[in-house]
């Protein structure tokens, strides 16, 4: 016999090898009817899965939210069959279900386009309509080779030949078709319910290896209910409209060359946006008792091989070995991906004492990183950019109290942004690749634990995605239509202050190694742009934007008296141009308006006559009128920046 512990921590009693069906009908007949899954032991099996050892277990229906996993991955299989019966001869390759949604790779002469797209979803719920059984069968890796030879599916045979020795092969099917695959699957097609949706196809190479062949990607989206599906919709309409690159086209803030790939070039008006954004992180941390240092971008290999980087991050790192040399180096070079040895050498630099401690050392390093160029993604990801790093050094004693610091200044900082709205910690555990002792790493995970019940913050427990020399706190952002960013993170590193022989005298006059807290708020600072540019739809807070006021002229014969509210913006610090042009004042607006402006004063003869401002705000059909001297003194004081 077996025993199954429930939900509601009761148990049950079975004889080994009884069906996940077979349980949740004996539980309730309501309840196997709704059944789509197994959750045994925090893993999903189909409700045919035989049970065969205690496990703790729950019944898994459409409504939950592990439910969005097999709605996508059956839809996967039901694309594929779509595909394969509307075009014969394509071969399926692999089709997991993804963030949102699922996709499949197929490989044909022809590749797929947008037009193929309402035809397969045509097919796909004809064939969800025919409500198909899923049934799992096992298969010798002999008989599945074959079967897929005889088929034409050569991936599918190199995928199986790849396969471990010892793994078993399994096949699923859904009436006459059929696919490798591992499970689990809902009982039957129709559960997947017609709250889906192909959304695009792009190129991508087999097994992302550019010399092996270009396959057709077809992207889906599924969801639960309709009501979902048109969230979703919606939100991917905004997305769009938001999109930084675009919006960052429109407002003249930067651009990309393929000659300098993952690099910013920024044009004036979005380097404004930098400056200001750094100048503000300045003064925040200059107010929490930071000191700012700078360190060298191009270290030698031996920094990173004690810091660990060199063994676990040397992929991601530009490595510099100039074979010109005449004198040859004896260890290589690399441009820095992050900033902690070159400040655990500023750190180094004369004796430290217990008094002197904590030490909180900010900087704003400029680090590079290997990305792929399908992975580079406009601002979100590129190979150059300035993190707004700190490391704080202090003793045991302190510790918590840093790392609760840190929390505070993080939410003023997004409070600031206007990104404080529903954050949501990611406590980050140990990974299985890592490198220090567990006694360190216990240490450590205990005192974020602690944290985390002092600071009444809401969050959820990430297991295995620490850093591999801390685990962290990572802190997600939710921006304005409900798309969640990580941006912030508190790393408490006890492994690299023992490795870069990092110390201080204590109270006592003995040696001791201080804890290493590692701190970034924006991450990157280009990143971090980029979400704010989307987050706010160009639309960015007065004291961020790059020109806070046009000042458009309505007829040739105030422009005089433009150039003199001009005079008086500018030397009270507001960001001001003029619009002095031939042409209808409707058009000036309309224009300006369309690059984010988000104040124009409207000058006309009434307005040079009485020396007055007509105000209109970015998003407004209606005028403000005030006196110059109260216009130029309300835009000083709203365009002041926070701290």
Not at 392 to 417: G, H, P, R
Not at 470 to 487: H, M, S, V
Not at 519 to 539: C, M, N, P, T, W
């Amino acid at each position: 016999m077996i025993t199954i512990t429930l939900p509601d921590s009761n148990t049950l009693e079975f004889p080994a090898r009884t069906t996940c069906m077979e349980v949740a009908q004996s539980i309730a007949k309501s309840l196997a009817k709704n059944a789509i899954a197994a959750d045994l032991d925090n893993q999903l099996h189909d409700l045919s899965f035989p049970i065969e050892k205690n496990c703790k277990m729950n019944i898994i229906k459409r409504e939950d939210d592990r439910a969005l996993e097999l709605i996508r991955h059956d839809a996967a299989h039901v694309m594929a069959e779509a595909v394969q019966k509307l075009f014969p001869g394509t071969q399926v390759t692999i089709g997991p279900a993804i963030e949102n949604g699922f996709y499949y790779d197929f490989y044909r002469e022809e590749p797929f386009s947008v037009e193929d797209l309402p035809k397969i979803e045509k097919k796909m719920r004809q064939i969800i309509e025919k409500n198909q059984p899923f049934t799992r069968e096992i298969w010798s890796r002999s008989e599945a080779i074959e079967f897929f030879k005889n088929k034409g599916e050569h991936f599918k045979v190199e995928l199986i030949e790849d396969l471990p020795k010892d793994e078993t092969i399994t096949i699923y099917r859904q009436g006459e078709w059929l696919d490798l695959c591992r499970g689990p699957h809902m009982p039957s097609t129709n559960h997947i319910g017609s709250a889906f949706k192909l959304t695009k196809v792009a190129g991508a190479y087999w097994r992302g290896d550019s010399n092996k062949p270009m396959l057709s990607r077809i992207y889906g989206t599924a969801w639960r209910t309709q009501e979902e599906l048109d969230a979703h919709l919606h939100q991917l309409e905004e997305a769009e409209k938001r999109d930084h690159r675009k919006v960052g086209k429109e407002m003249e803030l930067f651009h990309f060359q393929d000659e300098a790939p993952g690099q910013v070039f920024w044009h004036h008006k979005g380097w404004i946006i930098y400056t200001e954004l750094l100048a503000y992180m300045r003064r925040k941390v200059r107010n929490h008792n930071y000191i700012e240092v700078n360190t060298p971008q191009m270290l030698d290999s031996r920094f990173w091989e004690a810091s660990g980087h060199w063994d676990k991050y040397r992929e991601n790192m530009f490595i510099i070995n100039d074979d010109s040399k005449v004198e040859k180096e004896t260890n290589p070079y690399a441009l820095k991906p992050m900033s902690c040895p070159g400040n655990a050498q500023l750190y180094n630099y004369g004796v430290k004492s217990y008094r002197d401690l904590p030490i909180r050392m900010a900087e704003f390093g400029r680090v590079f990183r290997q990305e792929a160029s399908g992975a580079r993604h406009g601002l979100m990801r590129v190979q150059a950019f300035t993190q707004d790093d700190a490391h704080i050094f202090c003793s045991d004693d302190q510790l918590e109290d840093e790392v609760i610091a840190m929390c505070d200044l993080i939410k003023e900082v997004y409070t600031d942004l206007g990104m404080a709205k529903n954050i949501v910690i990611n406590f980050s555990t140990r990974p299985e690749e890592r490198i220090g002792s567990d006694k360190d790493w216990d240490r450590a995970e205990e005192a974020l634990q602690k944290v985390l019940e002092r600071i009444g913050m809401k969050w959820v427990l990430n297991a295995g995605d620490g850093a591999f020399y801390a685990p962290k706190l990572d802190f997600i952002l939710t921006d304005a239509i409900g798309r969640e960013w990580q941006c912030g993170t508190i790393q408490v590193d006890m492994n690299m202050p023992t490795r870069l022989e990092m110390n201080y005298i204590g109270e006592n006059g003995q040696r001791h190694t201080p804890h290493m807290i590692h701190r970034a708020i924006l991450g990157s600072v280009e990143r971090f742009i980029g979400v704010l540019i989307e987050h706010y739809a160009g639309k960015l807070p007065l004291w961020l934007a790059p020109v806070q006021v046009v000042l458009a002229t309505i007829t040739g014969d105030t422009e005089g008296y433009a150039y003199k509210v001009k005079d008086a913006l500018i030397k009270v610090g507001v960001r001001a141009e003029l619009d002095i042009r031939n042409e209808k004042i409707g058009y000036k607006v309309r224009e300006h308006s369309s690059k984010k402006v988000p104040i124009i004063f409207v000058l006309g003869k009434q307005e040079s006559s009485k020396n007055s401002i007509a105000i209109r705000r970015l998003g407004s059909q209606e005028n403000q009128t005030m006196s110059m001297e109260d216009a130029v003194t309300a835009i000083k004081n709203e365009a002041t920046p926070p701290s």
